[in-house]
């Protein structure tokens, strides 16, 4: 088996361990210092000691934290640009426990978590791979700095070769694990930074990880293109009365637990492409709204589901929505009404069971409206006093918006209101007209295959929510729709659609493979991450490069 000059091979393992062991946690300090200390590293390469100008640190507008964007250009000919992008940001590591000072000492930690495994006996696949020597640990290893480190290591090959030919751009992002502030705001700066410098981008790479429980097969892969997120968010409003007489009104928290119960890994909101499964729909919250405890029936509930697409749009998502939530209400009347006859109770289910309505967002905002003209001024205003409270996330935000415009509308309970709670994630799909790049980038996949004795497949989707949503094209009308359908768009999520959704660079995932990614035995494939991604990424740039 053939493999990459150990210097190019090394550089990128002795890279990854640094990038990991400087803690980067999403939303710390240490997320905003680091980019100033990676911009420190990228700026000892030669190329950039004569040329400091294509190394630029761009802070994030008006970011509380004072976060910033790593782009790091090395010049060859013409215009023809690849770009590598990847997060540095990391999850926390609390749940290292009493190991979490070494939580981004590789090197260290690996010994440490194979004596807790052999001590514990639990979790051998784990152990087997940690003792095989072909699995590193630590956190953000493998999501993503190996991807990062790679990335450099492939940029720094570039800058020393004096015949290169294009342009490679390194894109480092912060706060892909919060909202994608970092990588919004780059996509707003990027079309300005490539026409300021004359580039044309044909193709990003961006370097984030997959997740393999086998031999890798499966994370030996190239995506083609990425999973969007909807969070499908409902406001359910029942009717009040003392919980001495259930029946004479109607439980906001039973309605809900009847909804989460029919959308719960629902196939109907589920997409399956090529046999590529997108994650089903899960609960990932739910709460009454009740401020202290007393005998009154729950009024509201506010749940909220991951809802992850492929094709389909944010309008067909509600209206999936909207007819599983008919099931799920129709059912709770019909159970109410049996309950109530085997009861023999005095009071039966009021007629408030029977069609209870089921609405958007957006005809909700038209009910206040209609009752009250100035509501979009002062619901706008509550939700910039919203946006500033740091503390509050988005669903939350949601939340609280949802409730203001219910009771502005005038209506009564209840009711179930469907929204979409925080910021979409636009699908993203590889262009049919990019047919010869796309060629270009499997003949790439093909060579390195070949070279080091393994499969590297493709797929039409990266798996995961990921910073390639605000790169690649997507489509705006459906973006859209769901912006009308977010109470805390143009408030908490300020994103214009107006001049362009994203660069709409055609975009692909080429990253590490490994396992267990946000736990404490995150661990990423060595081999494959320190010698066939960084060949591969090699590959991949001198072919498109020199594609015409």
């Not at 406001?235 to 809900?256: K, Q, T």
């Not at 589901?305 to 709770?332: C, F, P, Q, S, T």
């Given at each position: 088996m053939d493999h990459l000059p150990a210097s190019l091979s090394q550089r990128a393992r002795a890279l990854a361990l640094q990038l990991t062991a400087w803690p980067s946690v999403t939303g710390t300090p240490d997320e905003a210092a680091f980019a100033g200390r990676l911009a420190g590293?990228?700026?000892?390469?030669?190329?950039?000691?004569?040329?400091?100008?294509?190394?630029v640190v761009a802070p994030i507008p008006g970011d509380p934290l004072g976060r910033a964007n790593v782009l790091?250009?090395?010049?060859?000919?013409?215009?023809?640009?690849?770009?590598?992008?990847?997060?540095?940001?990391?999850?926390?590591?609390?749940?290292?426990?009493?190991?979490?000072?070494?939580?981004?000492?590789?090197?260290?930690?690996?010994?440490?978590?194979?004596?807790?495994?052999?001590?514990?006996?639990?979790?051998?696949?784990?152990?087997?791979?940690?003792?095989?020597?072909?699995?590193?640990?630590?956190?953000?290893?493998?999501?993503?700095?190996?991807?990062?480190?790679?990335?450099?290591?492939?940029?720094e090959a570039f800058a020393a070769d004096p015949a290169r030919e294009g342009n490679l751009l390194l894109l480092a992002t912060p706060d892909e694990e919060d909202r994608s502030a970092g990588m919004r705001a780059a996509a707003d700066l990027l079309p300005g930074f490539l026409a300021e410098r004359g580039l044309s981008v044909p193709l990003d790479i961006n370097l984030d990880a997959i997740c393999d429980e086998g031999d890798g097969e499966t994370g030996r892969v190239v995506a083609f293109g990425c999973i969007g997120k909807l969070l499908l968010s409902a406001l359910v409003v029942g009717r009040e009365s003392h919980a001495a007489y259930p029946l004479a009104g109607v439980n906001a928290a039973y309605l809900a637990a009847e909804l989460i119960a029919e959308i719960e890994c629902s196939p109907d909101l589920s997409e399956s492409t090529d046999g590529e499964l997108a994650a089903p729909p899960t609960v990932l919250g739910a709460r009454d709204l009740k401020s202290q405890y007393n005998v009154t029936l729950p009024g509201t509930v506010w749940a909220y589901w991951n809802v992850l697409i492929h094709r389909r749009k944010a309008g067909e998502v509600l209206?999936?929505?909207?007819?599983?939530?008919?099931?799920?209400?129709?059912?709770?009347?019909?159970?109410?009404?049996?309950?109530?006859?085997?009861?023999?109770?005095p009071v039966a289910p009021t007629r408030a069971w029977t069609e209870i309505p089921i609405l958007t967002f957006a005809e909700l905002r038209e009910a206040a409206l209609a009752r009250s003209p100035d509501f979009d001024a002062r619901f706008a205003a509550v939700g910039e006093s919203l946006a500033a409270e740091g503390g509050l996330d988005f669903p939350t935000r949601s939340r609280l918006l949802m409730e203001e415009a219910w009771t502005a509308s005038g209506l009564a309970g209840p009711a179930l209101v469907l929204c979409f709670g925080s910021m979409p994630y636009p699908a993203i799909h590889w262009p049919e007209e990019a047919a010869p790049l796309r060629a270009a980038i499997e003949a790439a996949m093909r060579e390195i295959a070949a070279e080091h004795g393994c499969s590297i497949r493709s797929t039409h989707y990266f798996p995961a929510i990921a910073d390639m949503s605000f790169v690649g094209p997507v489509d705006e009308a459906d973006l859209k729709e769901a912006a009308r359908q977010t109470p805390i768009w143009g408030t908490s999520i300020r994103w214009d659609l107006a001049g362009g959704a994203t660069p709409a660079i055609p975009i692909v995932n080429i990253g590490p493979w490994g396992r267990d990614y946000h736990h404490w035995l995150e661990r990423a494939h060595a081999p494959y991450a320190f010698e066939v991604l960084p060949a591969l990424l090699q590959a991949v740039v001198r072919r498109v490069l020199a594609a015409a």
């Amino acid at each position: 088996m053939d493999h990459l000059p150990a210097s190019l091979s090394q550089r990128a393992r002795a890279l990854a361990l640094q990038l990991t062991a400087w803690p980067s946690v999403t939303g710390t300090p240490d997320e905003a210092a680091f980019a100033g200390r990676l911009a420190g590293l990228l700026g000892a390469i030669p190329y950039f000691k004569d040329r400091p100008g294509d190394l630029v640190v761009a802070p994030i507008p008006g970011d509380p934290l004072g976060r910033a964007n790593v782009l790091a250009l090395v010049r060859g000919t013409g215009s023809r640009t690849v770009m590598l992008s990847g997060h540095f940001d990391v999850v926390p590591t609390d749940d290292y426990g009493a190991l979490k000072p070494l939580a981004g000492e590789a090197e260290a930690l690996l010994p440490r978590l194979i004596e807790a495994l052999r001590a514990s006996g639990d979790n051998p696949q784990a152990l087997a791979d940690l003792t095989s020597g072909s699995f590193l640990p630590g956190r953000g290893l493998l999501d993503m700095k190996a991807g990062v480190a790679a990335g450099i290591a492939v940029l720094e090959a570039f800058a020393a070769d004096p015949a290169r030919e294009g342009n490679l751009l390194l894109l480092a992002t912060p706060d892909e694990e919060d909202r994608s502030a970092g990588m919004r705001a780059a996509a707003d700066l990027l079309p300005g930074f490539l026409a300021e410098r004359g580039l044309s981008v044909p193709l990003d790479i961006n370097l984030d990880a997959i997740c393999d429980e086998g031999d890798g097969e499966t994370g030996r892969v190239v995506a083609f293109g990425c999973i969007g997120k909807l969070l499908l968010s409902a406001l359910v409003v029942g009717r009040e009365s003392h919980a001495a007489y259930p029946l004479a009104g109607v439980n906001a928290a039973y309605l809900a637990a009847e909804l989460i119960a029919e959308i719960e890994c629902s196939p109907d909101l589920s997409e399956s492409t090529d046999g590529e499964l997108a994650a089903p729909p899960t609960v990932l919250g739910a709460r009454d709204l009740k401020s202290q405890y007393n005998v009154t029936l729950p009024g509201t509930v506010w749940a909220y589901w991951n809802v992850l697409i492929h094709r389909r749009k944010a309008g067909e998502v509600l209206d999936v929505a909207k007819g599983l939530a008919r099931r799920a209400l129709d059912r709770a009347a019909t159970r109410m009404t049996e309950r109530a006859g085997r009861l023999g109770t005095p009071v039966a289910p009021t007629r408030a069971w029977t069609e209870i309505p089921i609405l958007t967002f957006a005809e909700l905002r038209e009910a206040a409206l209609a009752r009250s003209p100035d509501f979009d001024a002062r619901f706008a205003a509550v939700g910039e006093s919203l946006a500033a409270e740091g503390g509050l996330d988005f669903p939350t935000r949601s939340r609280l918006l949802m409730e203001e415009a219910w009771t502005a509308s005038g209506l009564a309970g209840p009711a179930l209101v469907l929204c979409f709670g925080s910021m979409p994630y636009p699908a993203i799909h590889w262009p049919e007209e990019a047919a010869p790049l796309r060629a270009a980038i499997e003949a790439a996949m093909r060579e390195i295959a070949a070279e080091h004795g393994c499969s590297i497949r493709s797929t039409h989707y990266f798996p995961a929510i990921a910073d390639m949503s605000f790169v690649g094209p997507v489509d705006e009308a459906d973006l859209k729709e769901a912006a009308r359908q977010t109470p805390i768009w143009g408030t908490s999520i300020r994103w214009d659609l107006a001049g362009g959704a994203t660069p709409a660079i055609p975009i692909v995932n080429i990253g590490p493979w490994g396992r267990d990614y946000h736990h404490w035995l995150e661990r990423a494939h060595a081999p494959y991450a320190f010698e066939v991604l960084p060949a591969l990424l090699q590959a991949v740039v001198r072919r498109v490069l020199a594609a015409a």
